[in-house]
């Protein structure tokens, strides 16, 4: 147990860094129909399956004009 609290202060910040960003991520393909590449059911699987960077992939590739 001492090596895994020894990395949980670092642990915890990337979790909820990556929980916030895939909610604010799913949210966001629900409510706008427009997508630059690819439909809604594409850049929810992107989003929830690839981590940390799936969300951000989809802010600066997949986000279409308002």
């Known amino acids: 147990m001492g090596i895994t609290s020894e990395y949980l202060p670092f642990i915890i910040p990337l979790l909820i860094l990556q929980l916030v960003l895939a909610i604010t991520a799913v949210v966001h393909v629900i ?7 690819g439909n809604k ?7 929830l399956c690839v981590s940390i ?5 989809y802010f600066v590739f997949g986000r279409g004009e308002e």
Request: proline fraction near 11%.
């Open 41 to 47: 059911v594409i850049w929810i699987i992107v989003v």
């Open 31 to 37: 409510r706008h129909p427009n997508y630059r590449f």
């Open 53 to 57: 960077i799936g969300p951000v992939v």
